[in-house]
């Protein structure tokens, strides 16, 4: 078990599984929890819970021992639902919809999706959805009182 663990430790890219095999190692070697616990800056609460843990889950692999279980948290509400609303709405005129504007921006899919459907979201949920749906859009660029080039001859001059 020690040589999986310390070759874990050269090849992990996450923060939580390195400290917790280092942990484990350190342990195995003799280190008192409270020194093992200062050292990683951690409390030694949480040390104990990660032999702990490491222990109970003793018929799985190495990394499903370190890592945390998957929780519940807050859902990805957005991800899946507004997608396929921004699909459907996002070839229409919004002007046809009530709304006093030529083309869609991220704010104005925002009070679509909440008055149309009753979804809060925010403007970046909005702008990952429609780069997740392979839509290229720009904000619109106004050029305003630019002259063209040949303004003097029609002038007289």
Known sequence: MRGELEGLLART????????????LWLADGR????????LRVSRQSVYNWVDRFERRDGQGLRARLLDA????RPATASGIID??????????????????????????VRYLKRSHGIEVSRRSVGLAIDRLGIRWKRPRHQLALRPETWRQSKGG
Request: hydrophobic share 45%; proline share 10%; no cysteine.
């Open 13 to 24: 890219p996450l923060a939580k599984e390195h400290a917790r095999a280092l942990a484990l």
């Open 32 to 39: 008192p929890v409270a020194e093992v616990a200062e050292l």
């Open 70 to 73: 998957p929780r519940s948290g």
């Open 84 to 109: 396929p609303l921004i699909a459907e709405v996002i070839d229409t005129d919004p002007r046809e919809l009530g709304y006093r504007s030529t083309n869609w921006t991220a704010g104005l899919l």
